[in-house]
Every structure is written in C-alpha cells, then in structure tokens.
C-alpha cells in the first residue's frame, strides 16, 4: 500500500506546526530533466522543501519490446534485448539465450559457460561505475564522472575487440556465443583491470572521506528491510538493506559455482550504503573475470545441435545434410523452433533478478517473452522513498536507484 | 535570389560570416536524452572523445538558453508532446540533430508506440546514423553541422 | 535447484483448498499451479502467512488465444512468489475470459502489486477489483485498447500530436505481411 507521509514519519505535522496556513506548492520534475536517467516524471507536492506526496510516472520509453519480439525469431529477439539494460546489455543476452535453451533442453558447452560469466561480469562493471559516475556528478563531482567514463571506456574497447561493438553488442545466441575470445583477451583484460583498479582509487580518495559527499548520502533516502521485501526489490538496491540475495551465489548458472565471491551486503539501506554496496560489487566482479580467465577450458563456443546452430561452412559445401540443416534453421518459418511450453529463467542483472518468462507454441517465433525488468519495482518504491525528503536529495536517491528506462519501460 | 545585386553586399556577407563563427564555435547543447544512445552521447562528451574542444561541450538544461537541440534516443508517442514543446520553446537561431536511428526514421522500432522519426514533427538539420552511432560519428557529424552554420544565411538585419 | 514450488507444495495447498486448485503444469524445473480466479487473495494470503512467501517477485500477464492445444479461457496473470527466508518459490497461474476479465488485487499484501497490476491493466485489460489506482502505467491515458492481446495489430499508432507523414502505417503492414505469407506460404506473426 502505498505510504502517507504521516505514515512514514509521525512526527512530520507537528515538527513543522509554526501556526501558519500552508498551501503546497506542485511542482513537475519532468520527463526532459537532467538528473533524472533516461524519461520519467515526478509531480511533487511541496511543504516548503519537503516532499509530502509525489506520483511517479513512467512509460516515455515504451518501445513495444514484448509486442515487437512475439513478430521476430529466436534469435532474432537478441538485438532487442541488447536494448533492455542498456548499460549491461550481455547480461540481457546472456539471460535470454540461457532461458532459450532451458526451453530447448540444449546445454551449451563449457566453455561457453565461462565466456558468458566473464562477458557479464565486465558488463557489470560497466553498469555500476555508470550508476556511481553519473550520480557523483549529479552531486557536482564532475571528476569523479570523468574518471569513471575513463575506465567505462577501456572496459568498453575491450568488449569491442570480442563482440565488435561498444554498447549494443549482440554477442549471444541461441546455443552459445558468437565467436571465441580473441587470443591476446589475458593481456587486454590485463590493462581494463589496472585502468579500473586505478580509477576506482582515485575516485575512493575524492568521495570516500570528502564532507559534503558523506553529508548528502549518509542518511538520505533510507528503504527499511520491511519495505525493501514488500516492494519486491532485489539487487544491490536491497542488499544494501540488509537483504542478502544474489542469483549468482544462490541459484548460480553459467559459472558462477566454480568461482569464489563474496556478495556485498549492508544494512544501512541509504544512499552510502548503496554506493558501497556498488564498488564493493565492481571488486568482485574482477576477481570473478579473474578467476574465470584461470580455470576457462578450451573447447568450441556453439552447442553443435542441429536443432539451434548453424552447421560448419565446410560441412554446408560438401554434404548434403548439411545444407538441409543450414536451409532449414534459416528459412522463414522454419528455425529454431522450441516444443510447446514455458519457462521461467533468471540472471542477476546489474539491478537485481531479470527473469525472462517465455511461451513457445512450437514455431519459430515466441508466443509471449516477458521480460521482469529489476528495476520496477525499485521505481515503484520510490514515491515513498522521497517522501520527507527535501527536493535536493531527491537527485542523489534517484541516482542511486539506477534506473534503467530501455529496462522499466521495456 | 540569384541575380538580386542587394544579395552580394559586402556588409551582409562578412556579418553572415562573423556570426557564423561565433554561433558554431558556442554551440549550447540541450540534450534531449532518452535511451542507450545518450550512453555514447556521455561516452562523446567525456575526456576521451571530448566535445569541449569543439566549443559544443556545454549543455543548457533549460531550451531558452539552448540552441542546438540534440534528440538523443528513442521518442515515443508519449514523449512526442513533450519534445515539440521544448523545440517551441527554444529561441531562434536553433539547430536540430537527430542523434541516432531511433530519432532519425525510427530504427528497428516500427511499432505502435515509437514515433518512426522525430522528423514527423520537427524540422531536422543532421541525422546521425548509428546504435549507438560511435562517437567518431557524432563528432564527424557535429563538425559537419558547424559548416552548415558556417555557411548559412543569419538575419539580423 | 532449490525448492521450487515443488509438488510437495501443490499436495499440501489442494489439501487446504481441495478444488479451488485447478491443476498443475511441470515447466522445465519450475512447477505452476492453476488456481480459480475467485480463490486468489485466500490462497496468496495462506501462501503469504503460513507458508514464509513473503515476496512478489513478478505479476505478469499473457495472452493465449489461438494458443495449440489450449482450452478454456484464454487471458493468464502469472504470480511469481518468493520466500525471503526459505528461497523457496511458488508459481500461480489464474485464467480470465477476454471480456469481462477480473481478478482481485494483491495490492494490500504486497507493495510492489500496485505497479504490476496497472502494467496488466495497460497491457491486457485485466481489472484488479479493490486496486487503489487502476490507471494505465506505460501509456498515455488517451491510448484505446490494451496492446499486448493477440488482437491488437502491432502496427496501430496512436499519436497525440500530428505527424507530417500521413502514411498508414498499419495498413502497410498487413498488406506487406499477406504478401509475404502468400509468397512463401510459411506462417507469419500475428
């Protein structure tokens, strides 16, 4: 149920019960606004510069996602996943095809298990150091952005160099991934992991210990253990609350069981909290590329099942099963074409559990993919977490929510 | 306008090219950002591809102050409202750049919520292709902008 | 796999509900339970309090009209539920009719079905009896139709400004989409 401020805190009317007649004033945060990541509209009642109720609305990204990929193939899909967490599109990627293949029945090779734990995990790091960026400098701490786009940019060069692209990269399919790591991978992760190592120390020496940093975070926007449970929110939003989930740890896929981490969890459940939670988080997701770059055997990227990859251009020119099978997974309304029935599969994204549900009646092209964006719920709690909050603080408590709109809006 | 003589006069064509230079060099960016392609427009403006240096770095968060308006992502039928009043508002002279093929024809989005270009209801002066178009791209694109303004005609008198 | 809404789970509900509980289907690890529309908040709020699923992970809905093989009604709002301290899950399924389809609101259980059921309400036409604000979520409030049901052409837009091209697009497509089916006979989206 959505919360009164009188509700939230009890003491309000009366801490500010000086005998005048107040009328509030509503002002509109609105959907071009600077701060606000990406489209979305707050109306604000004010007291003064106190928020007494606000209504968030969403939907000025509604691209149709859902409707959209139920006219696409399987594989066809990818792309517009790539588009849903924009800012960590192999996880979106790697989730999907996960869930595909759960729906075939196909395992994919091993790995490939250990490509996609690394690929997800530098998209990882690329989200959170986005996320903490973008809020330092919403915050006035520009260098902390510029610093942190540095390393963004090295992570991003090194995902060009295996996918092709920056940001919308398409590198999984139905199956496996597209192509193997290219060779000199070790030594390229080598130079991404010194230039994020030291970045993230520069940074840590401007905001960990700066006054005015610790002033406007500590405290602002606090989200009890109560409500974080109620609201449905998972990732760091809610680790950060104390509620220590992780899809990773607790049902781990891809990789994810044979490599040690440690999942970050605080109690706080402010906007400090949150931010520590998140470079705690960028930590780990090195030692786990790390590790996984150790102990990653070799073998072939692509399951080679007829029903989903495209056989070897060698075998296509010479024998005729080949060709069939090439013909066959690409004509229209042949393809990879799953039996009838559902699943609900689920990664840790870079704000919590993305599930992908899916139906298949049997043809090439999904009958419904529904998408559970993490940070919808997050947005959902967010009316009650702005209240009693001044209009100031609402910008730093947004940039720690981290949401997404290709994610929210779908 | 060929052969009017009141065209070629010298003052009205060093005071087009002076403006022209001053308007190119200061630009002010109001960035209408939606979607992943504001991811590289941030990528374009931090110290690696830098914007600063071509005197277009600079964003007005607020369309009276801005002249460039730069459209960057997806618009939606929701948004559209939205995006025509901001255009309304700015002050001539104004610029429009499409940054990315949502904003240009609607890019893979052809559906009942996106709008298939913001060149249904704005008048466009760059089309940036790309998702997200590098920012290589984006800056090919702004130098190509700075030409035209180079070029065209201000009024002022 | 840990405990996911395993047949132990179906057994001990239709042993405190009996009939409300329609059925059950075996999905690939997960097992979902079909329950009667009008027994949905007694059966959540059993699962809520006595069975430690204190957590709404998703509300989703689905459209299986034309759907192989399926009978009864076709419009599904899928509950994903999820215990905090016992990371067990539990997957419901009600079936609503297209016209009339209505189901009562978990809004008082859970904060999160607020949100949820308005995106069904938007995409389906699902009305949520009791819900506080039943209004569309990811569209505008002039939008007619609920786009995510089988019968909404994809290409329909509703724009609320004027558009300088004034093609149809929707037309455009069915007719490019009848060609194509008549071209190469294969079965084309919907």
């Given at each position: 149920m959505p919360m009164d401020i009188s509700q939230k805190i009890p003491q309000w009317k009366a801490q500010r019960d000086d005998g005048f007649d107040i009328e509030p004033l509503y002002i509109n945060m609105g959907p071009s606004h600077p701060a606000m990541h990406g489209t979305v509209k707050m109306v604000l009642k004010l007291d003064g510069e106190t928020v007494v109720n606000s209504e968030v609305e969403i939907g000025y990204l509604h691209r149709c996602f859902e409707k959209t990929v139920e006219q696409k193939t399987w594989n066809q899909a990818i792309p517009y996943t790539d588009r849903l967490n924009y800012v960590s599109p192999l996880i979106n990627n790697m989730g999907y095809c996960m869930a595909v293949e759960k729906l075939l029945g196909v395992t994919v090779p091993e790995r490939t298990d250990y490509i996609r734990t690394i690929m997800c995990e530098l998209s990882r790091i690329g989200d959170h150091l986005t996320c903490i960026g973008a809020g330092a400098m919403e915050l006035g701490a520009l260098t902390a952005f510029l610093y942190f786009m540095k390393a963004r940019e090295s992570s991003w060069q090194l995902i060009e160099e295996v996918t092709g692209a920056r940001l919308t990269i398409s590198y999984g399919r139905v199956g496996g991934v597209v192509r193997d790591l290219p060779a000199n991978f070790s030594e390229r992760w080598a130079w991404v992991k010194s230039q994020v190592e030291e970045n993230m120390g520069e940074v840590g020496t401007l905001l960990n210990s700066n006054r005015i940093f610790i002033d406007r975070m500590k405290g602002v926007g606090v989200m009890p253990l109560g409500r974080v449970l109620s609201y449905g929110m998972t990732g760091p939003f809610a680790r950060a609350s104390g509620f220590d989930y992780d899809l990773r740890r607790d049902e781990p896929y891809f990789a994810y069981d044979k490599v040690r981490f440690d999942v970050p969890t605080r109690s706080g459940g402010d906007n400090w909290c949150r931010y520590e939670v998140r470079m705690e988080e960028i930590r780990q997701s090195v030692r786990i590329i790390d590790q996984a770059l150790a102990l990653m055997p070799e073998g072939i990227v692509r399951v080679e099942d007829p029903r989903v990859s495209l056989p070897r251009k060698k075998e296509v020119y010479s024998n005729i099963e080949a060709l069939m099978n090439h013909f066959k997974l690409l004509m229209p309304g042949h393809g990879i074409r799953p039996d009838l029935g559902e699943v609900y599969a689920a990664v840790e994204g870079g704000n919590g559990e993305l599930g992908f549900w899916l139906i298949s009646d049997g043809s090439d092209r999904p009958w419904r993919l529904r998408v559970r964006p993490p940070c919808f719920p997050i947005m959902s709690g967010v009316e009650e977490l702005i209240l009693g909050e001044q209009v100031a603080d609402i910008v730093p408590v947004f940039g720690s929510v981290n949401m997404i709109g290709g994610e929210l809006d779908r | 306008m060929a052969g009017d003589p009141l065209q070629e006069v010298v003052l009205t064509t060093k005071l087009d090219k002076v403006l022209g230079w001053a308007r190119k060099y200061s630009l002010f960016q109001y960035p209408f950002v939606t979607a992943c392609c504001g991811m590289e427009f941030m990528s374009t403006s931090a110290s690696h591809y830098d914007t600063d240096r071509f005197g277009a770095a600079f964003p007005r968060f607020s369309p009276r102050q801005a002249d460039l308006l730069m459209v960057v992502g997806t618009i939606t039928h929701k948004q559209a409202p939205i995006l025509k009043r901001v255009y309304d508002q700015m002050c001539e002279p104004k610029w429009v750049v499409a940054f990315g093929v949502c904003a240009t024809s609607g890019g893979f989005y052809q559906n009942y919520g996106s709008v298939p270009g913001i060149d249904c209801f704005l008048p466009v002066d760059m089309y940036i292709p790309g998702c997200p178009p590098r920012p290589e791209t984006v800056i090919d694109a702004l130098l190509k902008l700075q030409e035209r303004i180079q070029n065209q005609r201000h009024a002022v008198l | 796999m840990p405990a996911n809404s395993s047949p132990a789970l179906f057994e001990a509900l239709q042993a405190h509900f009996g009939d409300k509980i329609e059925g059950r289907q075996d999905l690939h690890g997960r097992e979902a339970i079909r329950i009667r529309p009008t027994a949905l908040l007694e059966v959540v709020s059993h699962l809520k309090s006595a069975m430690g699923f204190d957590f709404l992970m998703d509300l989703s809905g689905a459209d299986?009209?034309?759907?192989?093989?399926h009978q009864g009604d076709p419009l599904c709002v899928s509950y994903q539920l999820f215990g905090a301290a016992t990371r067990a899950r539990a997957w419901l399924k009600v079936y609503l009719p297209l016209e009339g389809a209505k189901v009562g609101t978990l809004s008082n259980e859970f904060a999160c079905a607020n949100w949820y059921e308005r995106e069904c309400w938007d995409m389906y036409g699902v009305e949520f009896t009791g819900h506080p604000n039943l209004k569309r979520l990811l569209l505008y409030e002039e939008f007619v139709g609920h786009p995510l049901r089988k019968d909404y052409p994809i290409m329909r837009m509703q724009p609320l400004i004027p558009m300088r091209n004034a093609v149809d697009y929707e037309s455009v497509a069915v007719a490019r989409r009848n060609e194509k089916e008549q071209a190469t006979g294969a079965k084309a989206g919907n």
């Open positions: - | - | 299986y009209s034309g759907y192989p093989g």
